[in-house]
């Protein structure tokens, strides 16, 4: 699903009148480039025309657009704004915007986010846009010399026609058009190729989203499962019953090796204090101890330092007791 492009205000609203200027700024150099090599012959041969394409960063209205264009005696063409490079259209656009910058290239108006892009010579010419005598007559106005090879000799028609039958024969291997098609062809294998690569990434995009999803409702599921397992140990301080104490174990084990809770540290903490808390209630100090430890270590912030202390210092006195407790037994035994 695209995402809906905000109005001209919003935008501002949003980012801010500096922005604004960077954008218009960026635009400006960008296409200010195009315009001023737009009569270049390589560029006239490969791009003859530019088409006109709104919504770069907000909604603008394609029907008052399509107005501009048809006052500036521009034509449409499937719907599409298109023209020749060195149509006078260019020149008038920004003169229909009362915030208009005066500039032949877009942006054309302060309140526009229209933008330019290329259009081949096979479909401005199948399109009408222009025709196959003012293309060859715009190329004809460039000087001709002939292709040399290494040494300096002109090569030969018969070689050129060898390497580009050669030439359209590996593209048409790789999904290209086939060898001497017509520019129609050309432009509709063009067509079909774009097609099947939006619906390609059309693919890509839903099988992406699906995973997005999946891994969304299993991080939920665990965030779920930890507030279960923590309301359990609550309202249930022993652990008699088999099955609960099965599903608290396979439960813990789940939430202190997840790999959902690694942007959320709280809740990774709060697993391990989980875990301290169900060996707290069967009496396992040592265990509760390396729990509440872990538990610090990934959020320090969590108010455990003195129950670690606490807990610590009890367990130290435990063992003191304990080695007390086999002294006197020992001494016993040897009277």
């Known amino acids: 699903m695209t995402a809906k492009l905000p109005t001209f205000s919003e935008w501002v609203s949003n980012w801010g009148e500096a922005r604004l200027a960077e954008r218009i700024l960026a635009g400006q150099k ?10 270049e012959e390589i560029a006239l041969m490969q791009t003859p025309a530019w088409e006109l394409r709104l919504g770069v960063y907000w909604v603008e209205d394609v029907s008052e657009w399509h107005i501009r264009w048809a006052k500036c005696g521009g034509k449409l ?3 599409r704004m298109i023209a020749a490079k060195w149509d006078g259209i260019w020149e008038k656009l920004s003169d229909t915007f009362s915030n208009g910058l005066g500039q032949p290239y877009p942006p054309y108006a302060r309140s526009s986010c229209a933008d330019w892009y290329e259009i081949d ?5 199948v399109l009408g846009t222009i025709s196959e005598a003012e293309y060859k007559e715009q190329l004809a106005a460039f000087p001709s010399e002939p292709l040399l090879d290494r040494d300096g000799k002109p090569i030969s028609k018969e070689l050129l026609s060898e390497v580009l039958r050669e030439l359209e024969e590996n593209i048409h291997k790789h999904g290209g058009p086939r060898p001497g098609a017509s520019r129609a062809e050309r432009v509709a294998n063009k067509r079909q190729r774009q097609n099947e690569a939006i619906a390609q990434m059309q693919v890509t995009t839903e099988k992406r ?3 997005i999803i999946k891994q969304r409702m299993e991080q939920a599921a665990m965030f779920n499962l930890l507030e ?11 652990v008699h019953n088999d099955q609960r104490w099965d599903w608290l174990c396979e439960s813990l084990k789940k939430l202190t090796t997840t790999n959902d809770f690694d942007r959320y540290p709280s809740w990774q903490a709060r697993a391990w204090v989980a875990c301290a808390e ?5 009496g396992s100090e040592s265990d509760e101890l ?46």
């Open 228 to 238: 279960d397992v923590e309301r359990s140990l609550r309202e249930t301080l022993t």
């Open 121 to 125: 010579a096979d479909e401005a010419i």
């Open 30 to 39: 960008y296409n200010r480039l195009k315009w001023e090599h737009r009569n």
């Open 209 to 211: 989203n699906q995973e």
């Open 278 to 282: 169900m060996h707290s209630s069967l």
């Open 290 to 335: 390396l729990c509440l430890q872990r538990a610090l270590e990934i959020s320090p912030q969590k108010p455990l330092k003195k129950r670690i202390e606490a807990l610590a210092q009890k367990i130290v006195n435990n063992e003191a007791s304990s080695d007390s407790s086999q002294t006197t037994n020992d001494a016993n035994k040897t009277l």
């Open 77 to 79: 063409f499937e719907g």
